[in-house]
C-alpha cells in the first residue's frame, strides 16, 4: 500500500495511481530509477556502436524500459527470465550488471559471456537470465522446458518468456504452448507487442488480436499496457502470485512501442510507420515521461530530485562503457573453449587441422 | 554488359523471371513493402503486385511449405529466407518434401522451387547468425545447390534456377550484396547449373572454392604470384550438380590442390570433393589434397575470434605451402 506522504499531492483530486495499484512510494522511485538506467545504458550503447566499439546486430529497447522494469521487478531471485534478441535491459532488470552487460557488447572478456555471444546473446546463470535467442520463437519452447523443470523438481519459482509480436506466428510458438497447457506448468508467455516486427505491422500478419493467441490453447490472455510501468508491475506481481500458486501457465499482450529503428542497421521510420507516429508516441508514451508525472503529481519527487536520480543513471551507463572499454580482448586460447563440456581423450572432437584436438590455432 | 552489383544482379533476375513466367511469384519475410531485408526485391511489389511480391508472417516453415505446395500444383515459387540461419526451421519441408517429392511420386510432381536468401558469415553476428548452411542441403539427394560468388553468376545461376524443375537452395553471399561486376544484359543469360568456373589461371597448384570465398582464394592466388606461384583459382558455382569434369581438369593438370569452404569441416563440402579427386584421381597426385574451413566452432562473437574463426587468404597460402612441400 502507499505509504504516508511527506509531500503535499500537485493535483489532490486525480486519482492516485499509487494507491490504485497499491504501489509505495518508495518502489515506484526504484522503478524510476531503473527505467532511467535502462533508457541511459541503452543510449550509450546506441553511441558505442556508431563509432564501431559494438558490432553486428544491435536491437535497443528504447521506449520498452516501463515493461521491463514493471514485469520483472516483481519476480523474485529464483524466477526464471528468457528473451529474445532486444534483451539488454532486461537482463539489468534480472541483476546482470551493466558493466557485464556492456562488456558483453563490446565483445570483452569480462562480458556475461565472455564476448562470445554479444548483444543477442546475454546469458547469467547466477541470476537465472536464460538469453538472449537470436532465432525468432527460438526461446518460447525452451522457456517451456524450464517450466517443466519447476514441476518437475516440485519448485514454486515461475519463468517469464519474452517474445516479439511477429514470433507468435511461429509454429514452435503454437507447440510449446499447448504443452505448457496440458501439463499446466508455471510459463507466462509474454509479448513485447510493440506492434512491429522489422518493417511487418502485426495487423498485416495477423487477423485476430494478439490477445487471443493463447486462447485455442486453454491459456489465459491478458492485455496490459506496457507504458505504464506501474500497471505493469502490479499487474506481474497479481499475475507471478498465481502461477506460483497453481494457476498454470498465462499469456499477456504486454504493449509497448519502440523508439528506435528495428536494429541499429534500420531506419526508425520508413514505409511501414511515419515519422508523426514515431513522434506522437515518444510524446505521448514514453514510460519514463509517464511516471515522472505520476510522481510529481503525488508530490513525491520534484525536478531536482529526478535531475539527481538521472545523472546518477547516466553515471552508471558511462561507468558500465569505460569498464567496457577498458576490459581486455578475450584471448585466442578462448576460441575452442566452451564448445564442449567434456573432452574425450581417446576420440577427435576437432577436425580443422588448424592445431593439435583444436588447440589454440 | 552492363556493371551492376550482385544485389542488382539477383533484382535483374527475379524482374525478367517474373515477367518471363507468370507462374513465378516470390514470398518471404520484408521482400514486399520494405524491398527485402537486403533490398533484393526492390521494387518488385511496384512491378508485379502483391500477389505475386508476398510479405509472409515469420513462419519459415509454414511459408516454406506453402511453396512446396504450391509447386506440386504447379507454380515455381522463389521462398526468400531472410538469410539461411532461419531456414533451419522449415529444412524439414526442404528435405522431407521438396527433394523428395519427384522420387516418392515417382515423377508425377516435379518440384520447380528455388529456396533463395544469404548464407554464410557477415560480421559479428555471432553465433545463430553466421553459418554456411549449404552442406545440410547438399547433403540430400534431391535438392541442387548454386553458390554464386560475382554478380554475373548470381544473375545467370539464378535465372537457371527459377528455369529449372527440380528444388535449388540458391545461397548468396551477405557480404558480396554490393560487390560490382560486369553483367551481360541479355535476357537469356542462364549460366547452366553444375557447369564450374576457373576463375585463375596457374599451374603450380589448385585452390577449388565456391561461393564468397573465390574472393578469399583470388586474394590468395595473388599473394601466390609474389612468391612465383600460379595458382589455378576454381569456382564450382554448383555443389550439386558438381562438375567433376573441371574438378579433375585441374586437378590433372597440377597434381595438388586445396578445397577453400567457408563452413564446418566435418562433412562439408571439401570432404566430399576430396573424396572424389582421391577416388577419381588418385595416380595424379602429389600431395595429400588439404581443405581450408572455418574453425570447427559456433562462431564467436568478439571481433578479434571472429577474425580467428572464418578462413583466410594466409590459412589458404599454408596450405598451398604445403601441398607444395615448401
Ligand atoms: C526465425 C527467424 N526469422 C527471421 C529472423 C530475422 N528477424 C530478426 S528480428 C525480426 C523481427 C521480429 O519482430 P518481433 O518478434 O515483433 O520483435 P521485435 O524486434 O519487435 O522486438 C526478424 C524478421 C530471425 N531472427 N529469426
Ligand atoms: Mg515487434
Redesign the interface.
Known amino acids: 500500500m502507499a505509504e504516508t506522504k511527506t509531500k503535499a499531492r500537485r493535483n489532490p483530486k486525480k486519482p492516485d495511481p499509487l494507491v490504485q495499484f497499491g504501489i509505495s512510494e518508495e518502489l515506484a522511485l526504484n522503478l524510476m530509477r531503473d527505467m532511467l538506467v535502462y533508457r541511459r545504458f541503452e543510449e550509450k550503447a546506441e553511441e558505442a556502436y556508431a563509432i564501431g566499439k559494438i558490432g553486428g546486430f544491435c536491437h535497443l529497447h528504447i521506449g520498452q524500459e516501463g515493461a521491463a522494469a514493471g514485469s520483472i521487478k516483481p519476480l523474485r531471485d529464483d524466477d526464471y527470465v528468457m528473451s529474445a534478441y532486444r534483451e539488454h535491459t532486461q537482463a539489468l532488470a534480472k541483476g546482470v550488471t551493466p558493466n557485464a552487460v556492456m562488456a558483453e557488447l563490446f565483445g570483452r572478456a569480462t562480458g556475461s559471456s565472455g564476448g562470445k555471444g554479444g548483444s543477442m546473446h546475454i546469458f547469467d546463470a547466477k541470476t537465472r537470465f536464460m538469453g538472449g535467442h537470436g532465432i525468432v520463437g527460438g526461446q518460447v519452447p525452451l522457456a517451456t522446458g524450464i517450466g517443466w523443470k519447476i514441476k518437475y523438481r516440485g519448485e514454486d519459482s515461475v519463468v517469464i518468456v519474452y517474445m516479439g509480436d511477429a514470433a507468435v506466428n511461429q509454429g514452435g510458438f503454437h507447440e510449446a504452448l499447448n504443452m505448457a497447457a496440458i501439463w499446466q506448468l508455471p510459463v507466462i508467455y509474454v509479448v513485447e507487442n510493440n506492434a512491429y516486427g522489422m518493417g511487418t505491422a502485426f495487423s498485416r500478419v495477423s487477423t485476430t488480436d494478439m490477445v487471443d493467441k493463447s486462447r485455442a490453447h486453454g491459456i489465459p490472455g491478458h492485455s496490459v499496457n506496457g507504458q505504464d510501468v506501474l500497471e505493469t508491475y502490479a499487474f506481474f506481481r497479481d499475475l507471478a502470485a498465481e502461477v506460483r500458486g497453481g494457476a498454470g501457465p498465462q499469456f499477456v499482450d504486454l504493449r509497448t512501442y519502440r523508439f528506435r529503428g528495428h536494429s541499429m542497421s534500420d531506419p526508425v521510420s520508413g514505409t511501414y510507420r511515419s515519422v508523426e507516429e514515431v513522434e506522437r508516441a515518444k510524446e505521448q508514451l514514453d514510460p519514463i515521461a509517464m511516471l515522472r508525472d505520476t510522481l510529481m503529481d503525488a508530490g513525491a519527487i520534484d525536478q531536482a530530485a529526478l535531475e539527481e536520480m538521472d545523472q546518477d543513471a547516466r553515471q552508471i551507463a558511462q561507468d558500465a562503457t569505460d569498464f567496457a572499454d577498458a576490459s581486455p580482448l578475450p584471448g585466442p586460447e578462448a576460441l575452442y573453449a566452451n564448445v564442449w563440456a567434456e573432452i574425450n581423450k581417446h576420440g577427435r572432437l576437432f577436425f580443422d587441422g588448424r592445431g593439435a584436438e583444436g588447440g589454440t590455432p | 554488359m552492363a556493371v551492376l552489383t550482385y544485389r542488382e544482379a539477383l533484382n535483374e533476375a527475379l524482374r525478367e523471371e517474373m515477367e518471363r513466367d507468370p507462374d513465378v511469384f516470390l514470398m518471404g ?2 521482400v514486399a ?2 524491398d527485402g ?1 537486403y533490398k533484393v526485391s526492390k521494387g518488385l511489389l511496384q512491378r508485379f503486385g502483391s500477389e505475386r511480391v508476398v ?8 511459408f516454406t511449405g506453402l511453396g512446396v505446395g504450391a509447386a506440386m500444383a504447379g507454380l515455381r515459387p522463389v521462398i526468400e529466407f531472410m538469410t539461411f ?2 531456414a ?2 522449415a529444412i524439414d519441408q526442404v528435405i522431407n518434401s521438396a527433394a523428395k517429392m519427384y522420387y516418392m511420386s515417382e515423377g508425377q510432381f516435379p518440384m520447380p522451387i528455388v529456396f533463395r536468401g544469404p548464407t554464410g558469415a557477415a ?7 553466421s553459418q554456411a548452411c549449404e552442406t545440410y542441403y547438399s547433403h540430400a539427394p534431391g535438392c541442387k545447390v548454386v553458390t554464386p560468388g560475382t554478380p554475373a553468376d548470381a544473375k545467370g545461376l539464378l535465372k537457371a534456377a527459377i528455369r529449372d524443375n527440380d528444388p535449388v537452395a540458391f545461397m548468396e553471399g551477405e557480404l558480396l550484396y554490393n560487390l560490382k561486376g560486369e553483367v551481360p544484359d541479355d535476357d537469356d543469360f542462364v549460366i547452366p547449373l553444375g557447369v564450374a568456373d576457373l576463375k585463375h589461371e596457374g599451374d603450380d597448384v589448385s585452390i577449388i572454392t565456391h561461393g564468397k570465398m573465390i574472393h578469399v582464394a583470388l586474394q590468395a592466388a595473388q599473394k601466390l604470384e609474389k612468391d612465383g606461384i600460379h595458382a589455378d583459382v576454381l569456382d564450382l558455382r554448383t555443389i550439386r550438380p558438381l562438375d567433376m569434369d573441371a574438378i579433375l581438369a585441374t586437378v590433372r593438370k597440377t597434381n595438388r590442390a586445396v578445397y577453400l569452404e567457408e563452413g ?3 562433412a562439408g563440402t571439401g570432404a566430399q570433393i576430396v573424396s572424389m579427386i582421391q577416388e577419381e584421381a588418385f595416380d595424379d597426385l602429389d600431395a595429400p589434397v ?2 581450408v ?6 562462431m ?6 571472429e577474425i ?2 572464418k578462413p583466410s587468404a594466409n ?1 589458404v597460402v599454408e596450405a598451398v605451402n604445403k601441398v607444395l612441400y615448401r
Open positions: 519475410e520484408e513493402q520494405y531485408a510479405d509472409s508472417p515469420i513462419s519459415e516453415l509454414g540461419n532461419f533451419f526451421l560480421l559479428q553476428l555471432s553465433a545463430q547468425h564446418w569441416p566435418y588439404l581443405r574451413t572455418q574453425a570447427d566452432i559456433p564467436p562473437y568478439a571481433k578479434n575470434l580467428l574463426a590459412h
